[in-house]
């Protein structure tokens, strides 16, 4: 609730500084508004952890939100009339009498919320005792409910009889506990809430192996609410029992440097093990490190945290370890789910499907397994209804289900411990579908669009909403799906269950409705909508209003979308309009009224055209995505949108090997120079227009991400001198206008200190002499290029290269990757050198390769010499290659080099064939046959080949 109030707090500044004296009837009651505003911020803060445990609180919070959210209602309503005011004929009798009734219906709005603010704050002080309590103590276990039964006690006396899956965990932690250096050492266990990181300690911490090793052992709960005096305190008299001491008196007053000095000159000359359990924050660890003596006895320190980053720092200093504890496999989590629902027993046939489907909601997590079970294990398992109204109905089982609040609240903590200003980003998680992979691009606009999001001094807003992204990942709250070849986070999921608590959070606080299936909507104030599926259908209504819209999203919707006929009220507050993905031809005609646009996306629809005389009028517009549509030219207006941050007009044909032509992009107008907000912006296409658009683009001195298309030679001069100007560019693509055409990079001198990714499709007459200076760069795609000299020399000292794709760039007949060279290279591509005929990888170059890919290369036949010594590759991948090379490395054939190869995972020979690729894995070739195996087929498009 605090992040609401905040938000509109924020809100009120431009009102103050732009629309206030403009329109004077309702000045003072936003003045007294924001004042009342400002009182009760900080009493929020508190009363939002507690909401949950006290009813009447909880009411209050909901009228202070109800508030908040009419009040931003009213704002942006008083922004739309000051704007038609501003844009009006002044001599339009009709017009002015008709913003003077608006003017004096949103004073009289704002003088009820005013009255109604008044009584709320006159209640807020009967809780002030209650909530000073609750400060100091910050009690999480408190503020999550006084009746929850904190149950990590009971995963310290779990019998083994009730564990699976935990001994290969516990048997790899007892060797980093007792064997190593005898230097002090610190040992994170870390994972999500629920994923038994206390049962595994414990079991590891009671090992008798354990016990023998060390001379004094200490167990210390932290939990939220720990002061760091009690927890010196409790680690103090433990450790006094453990060595039979008896208690010095007076350390129940002691302040924490003498609790510290005691405690150090205990342990100074023991081997001793002391493990932190379920600590939350980095001032606790700090509070108690140099309590801890590095002594040279073996002494170990091990931790438990939800925070990847506090696990990460903790051990960091000591070169120990970190322990990344997964979910359970699927025949573990099976054996847990079948011990405790069928006790032991086998699952009956006619509930396979049912529980396999729970199961796969708790996604390995063993608290949710666990707690499922003891709901399903009441069940009659002959009343298959019942079963089916659990697995079809789980969000409201988790609400009302009391076997489930245990659950419940031990994944709320980490929601509930989450600072204010991520709440919202987090809770924006709930509007996507379940299983849903969310890009990170995608959602870090849609946070910057909703307004989540505040620049910093030094700092963008994507570099703030990149660091809240990193916050979310560090407390396991999100979970990267996948990553780019060099590091980036490229697309995010939510555990199901932990998407099922925020659903339920989102819902009670009115942040979000979620309608499928043809949902019936609600008659409510709807903020956010997120459509999945079928179109809703209104309630027995003439339509649906949702004029305090702000955001709309679209999943999976495969009608012909009319939000006119589904919303003919309008929606005229909308900040967020996503399309992406829905079945769209025509741009929408209503987009034109909504001045607070600020996220337009209609990415993968079928619109062919924007309108003229539309996009100019969306002076807030920051994100405009039109990529993989069909829209290649913008109407001239867009130069007014002087918000816009990011435009991306593209779309890509890819299909089997990398073609030229595979991607094209947009006429730009040629006051491009005027969107000086704009941080990417892809794809120009530089031959349609004069050569000013590429002299306009040095203007766009906040560009980050930039692509151009069809670059003609005579414009590199021109070209090279902006790019110079870009010195925040991280990104840079450039194709020229054909295969045999020149890229001209050749008057750069100064390249953009930052970059990090640099793709070039086009010949060069040599390579750019600046490359090897790019100190940042990760990765470097050269297609097409047609070089004289041997590129690799050039290339082998770049210190952050993980990613290198070669096209046709060499005609060389040799490749030599020498010694100790390429040092933090992941992913090497090469493809279609024609002339080649051997690769060299000396000893120690490329040490961190983990993927290898060689294609088209009619001349090679044979595996680059020195692969052997790659001891990281995980995949090698031969493309279209000569049989002669498959035949050997076949394990059974008459080549001899299968033994070059056998160290690596996955070997794969690939063939593009009637439009898709046929895959054979080495291992199951037969005969020494390079086609005679089992073959898998394959449609997916290949990233390394998209130009």
């Known amino acids: 609730m605090a992040e609401a109030v905040n938000f509109l707090l924020q809100r009120l500044v431009?009102?103050?500084?732009?629309?206030?004296?403009?329109?004077?009837?309702?000045?003072?009651?936003?003045?007294?508004?924001?004042?009342?505003?400002?009182?009760?911020?900080?009493?929020?803060?508190?009363?939002?952890?507690?909401?949950?445990?006290?009813?009447?609180?909880?009411?209050?919070?909901?009228?202070?939100?109800?508030?908040?959210?009419?009040?931003?209602?009213?704002?942006?309503?008083?922004?739309?009339?000051?704007?038609?005011?501003?844009?009006?004929?002044?001599?339009?009798?009709?017009?002015?009498?008709?913003?003077?009734?608006?003017?004096?219906?949103?004073?009289?709005?704002?003088?009820?919320?005013?009255?109604?603010?008044?009584?709320?704050?006159?209640?807020?002080?009967?809780?002030?005792?209650?909530?000073?309590?609750?400060?100091?103590a910050s009690n999480s276990i408190y503020t999550a409910g006084k009746i929850w039964?904190?149950?990590?006690?009971?995963?310290?006396?779990?019998?083994?009889?009730?564990?699976?899956?935990?001994?290969?965990?516990?048997?790899?932690?007892?060797?980093?506990?007792?064997?190593?250096?005898?230097?002090?050492?610190?040992?994170?266990?870390?994972?999500?809430?629920?994923?038994?990181?206390?049962?595994?300690v414990k079991k590891v911490y009671d090992d008798p192996k354990v016990i023998k090793h060390f001379d004094a052992c200490a167990w210390v709960t932290v939990s939220q609410s720990c002061a760091i005096e009690e927890l010196l305190r409790d680690l103090a008299q433990k450790l006094f029992s453990e060595i039979r001491r008896k208690v010095p008196k007076g350390l129940e007053s002691m302040h924490r440097d003498k609790l510290k000095m005691i405690i150090k000159k205990l342990l100074q000359r023991r081997k001793y093990l002391v493990v932190f359990d379920d600590v939350w924050h980095r001032h606790e660890w700090e509070a108690v490190r140099y309590a801890l003596p590095k002594n040279n006895y073996g002494s170990?320190?091990?931790?438990?945290?939800?925070?990847?980053?506090?696990?990460?720092?903790?051990?960091?200093?000591?070169?120990?370890?970190?322990?990344?504890?997964?979910?359970?496999?699927?025949d573990e989590a099976w054996d847990l789910f079948c011990k405790k629902t069928f006790q032991g027993h086998r699952c009956p046939s006619y509930l396979i499907n049912i529980c396999s489907y729970i199961l796969r909601k708790c996604e390995g997590l063993p608290l949710a397994i666990v707690a499922m079970s003891g709901v399903l294990a009441t069940k009659d398992k002959h009343r298959i209804d019942?079963?089916?109204?659990?697995?079809?109905?789980?969000?409201?089982?988790?609400?009302?289900?009391?076997?489930?609040?245990?659950?419940?609240?031990?994944?709320?903590?980490?929601?509930?411990?989450?600072?204010?200003?991520?709440?919202?980003?987090?809770?924006?998680?709930?509007?996507?579908?379940?299983?849903?992979?969310?890009?990170?691009?995608?959602?870090?606009?849609?946070?910057?669009a909703e307004g989540f999001i505040k620049a910093g001094e030094g700092k963008t807003m994507e570099d703030i909403a990149e660091d809240y992204l990193k916050k979310l990942i560090n407390r396991n709250l999100l979970q990267v799906a996948e990553r780019t070849s060099d590091g980036r986070v490229k697309t995010l999921r939510i555990h199901d269950l932990l998407r099922e608590i925020i659903i339920l959070k989102s819902k009670d606080q009115n942040f979000a409705t979620i309608v499928k299936e043809q949902t019936v909507i609600r008659a409510e104030k709807i903020r956010r909508l997120s459509l999945q599926g079928t179109l809703p259908i209104p309630n027995g209504q003439q339509h649906i209003s949702v004029s305090q819209l702000r955001s709309l999203l679209m999943f999976g919707v495969d009608e012909n979308l009319s939000l006119g006929k589904l919303f003919p009220g309008g929606f005229k507050l909308l900040n967020v309009l996503d399309y992406q993905d829905s079945p769209l031809k025509k741009f929408p005609?209503?987009?034109?009224?909504?001045?607070?646009?600020?996220?337009?996306?209609?990415?993968?629809?079928?619109?062919?055209?924007?309108?003229?005389?539309?996009?100019?009028?969306?002076?807030?517009?920051?994100?405009?995505?039109?990529?993989?549509?069909?829209?290649?030219?913008?109407?001239?207006?867009?130069?007014?949108?002087?918000?816009?941050?990011?435009?991306?007009?593209?779309?890509?044909?890819?299909?089997?090997?990398?073609?030229?032509?595979?991607?094209?992009?947009?006429?730009?107008?040629?006051?491009?120079?005027?969107?000086?907000?704009?941080?990417?912006?892809?794809?120009?296409?530089?031959?349609?227009?004069?050569?000013?658009?590429?002299?306009?683009?040095?203007?766009?001195?906040?560009?980050?991400?930039?692509?151009?298309?069809?670059?003609?030679?005579?414009?590199?001069?021109?070209?090279c001198f902006c790019i110079e100007k870009l010195v925040s560019l991280s990104a840079l693509s450039v194709t020229s206008e054909g295969e045999n055409k020149v890229i001209d990079l050749t008057?750069?001198?100064?390249?953009?200190?930052?970059?990090?990714?640099?793709?070039?499709?086009?010949?060069?007459?040599?390579?750019?002499?600046?490359?090897?200076?790019?100190?940042?760069?990760?990765?470097?795609?050269?297609?097409?290029?047609?070089?004289?000299?041997?590129?690799?020399?050039?290339?082998?000292?770049?210190?952050?290269?993980?990613?290198?794709?070669?096209?046709?760039?060499?005609?060389?007949?040799?490749?030599?990757?020498?010694?100790?060279?390429?040092?933090?290279?992941?992913?090497?591509?090469?493809?279609?050198?024609?002339?080649?005929?051997?690769?060299?990888?000396?000893?120690?170059?490329?040490?961190?390769?983990?993927?290898?890919?060689?294609?088209?290369?009619?001349?090679?036949?044979?595996?680059?010499?020195?692969?052997?010594?790659?001891?990281?590759?995980?995949?090698?991948?031969?493309?279209?290659?000569?049989?002669?090379?498959?035949?050997?490395?076949?394990?059974?054939g008459p080549g001899k080099d299968y033994w070059k190869v056998s160290h690596i995972p996955e070997v794969y020979s690939t063939y593009w064939r009637d439009g898709g690729w046929d895959v054979y894995a080495l291992d199951s070739l037969r005969d020494c046959s390079p086609r005679s195996g089992t073959v898998r087929r394959s449609h997916e498009c290949r990233n390394q080949w998209k130009v």
């Open 386 to 448: 019942e079963w089916d109204r659990i697995c079809r109905s789980l969000g409201a089982e988790i609400q009302i289900n009391g076997k489930l609040d245990n659950l419940k609240t031990v994944l709320s903590l980490s929601f509930n411990d989450l600072p204010h200003y991520l709440k919202y980003c987090f809770l924006y998680l709930s509007m996507f579908p379940e299983d849903y992979l969310i890009q990170r691009m995608r959602l870090i606009r849609l946070w910057i």
């Open 14 to 136: 431009p009102v103050f500084e732009n629309e206030v004296n403009l329109l004077t009837g309702v000045e003072a009651e936003v003045v007294y508004l924001k004042e009342k505003l400002e009182l009760i911020k900080a009493f929020l803060k508190v009363a939002d952890a507690l909401e949950e445990s006290d009813e009447e609180l909880k009411v209050w919070v909901k009228q202070v939100r109800d508030v908040a959210h009419e009040t931003e209602d009213i704002l942006d309503e008083l922004e739309l009339l000051v704007q038609a005011r501003n844009h009006t004929n002044r001599f339009f009798v009709f017009l002015r009498i008709r913003n003077m009734k608006a003017r004096y219906r949103i004073a009289h709005e704002l003088k009820n919320i005013n009255s109604r603010m008044t009584t709320i704050f006159s209640i807020h002080k009967r809780f002030l005792r209650k909530l000073d309590f609750a400060s100091d």
């Open 149 to 200: 039964h904190d149950q990590r006690g009971d995963a310290l006396l779990l019998d083994n009889t009730d564990l699976v899956g935990i001994d290969r965990h516990k048997n790899q932690l007892i060797r980093w506990l007792i064997k190593g250096s005898r230097g002090r050492k610190v040992i994170s266990v870390t994972g999500m809430g629920g994923m038994g990181k206390t049962t595994l």
């Open 747 to 892: 008057s750069l001198s100064t390249p953009p200190p930052f970059l990090q990714r640099l793709y070039l499709s086009g010949r060069l007459k040599e390579l750019p002499c600046w490359i090897p200076s790019l100190h940042n760069l990760a990765r470097l795609f050269l297609k097409w290029s047609y070089l004289k000299h041997d590129p690799l020399v050039y290339l082998q000292d770049l210190p952050n290269l993980a990613h290198l794709e070669l096209l046709q760039v060499y005609d060389g007949d040799t490749l030599h990757f020498k010694c100790g060279k390429f040092n933090k290279l992941k992913v090497l591509g090469i493809d279609k050198f024609e002339e080649l005929g051997q690769v060299i990888v000396g000893k120690g170059a490329m040490p961190c390769l983990e993927t290898l890919s060689i294609g088209r290369c009619e001349s090679l036949k044979k595996v680059p010499s020195g692969i052997e010594n790659l001891t990281k590759i995980k995949v090698l991948e031969f493309f279209d290659m000569p049989d002669e090379l498959m035949m050997t490395i076949c394990q059974h």
């Open 300 to 330: 170990r320190i091990m931790l438990t945290t939800r925070k990847s980053n506090l696990a990460n720092i903790s051990s960091k200093e000591s070169k120990g370890k970190v322990y990344n504890l997964q979910p359970l496999k699927e």
């Open 589 to 719: 005609k209503a987009v034109v009224d909504l001045y607070h646009l600020t996220y337009l996306s209609l990415r993968n629809t079928q619109v062919k055209t924007i309108p003229n005389c539309i996009l100019g009028k969306l002076q807030n517009l920051e994100t405009l995505d039109l990529k993989n549509t069909c829209v290649t030219e913008l109407p001239t207006d867009i130069v007014k949108v002087k918000k816009l941050r990011h435009l991306l007009v593209y779309q890509s044909k890819v299909e089997g090997y990398a073609q030229f032509h595979s991607k094209y992009g947009f006429k730009a107008p040629l006051e491009i120079g005027n969107l000086q907000s704009l941080q990417k912006l892809c794809f120009v296409e530089a031959n349609k227009g004069c050569r000013m658009i590429i002299r306009h683009l040095k203007e766009l001195s906040q560009l980050r991400r930039l692509g151009i298309m069809r670059l003609r030679e005579e414009d590199g001069k021109d070209f």
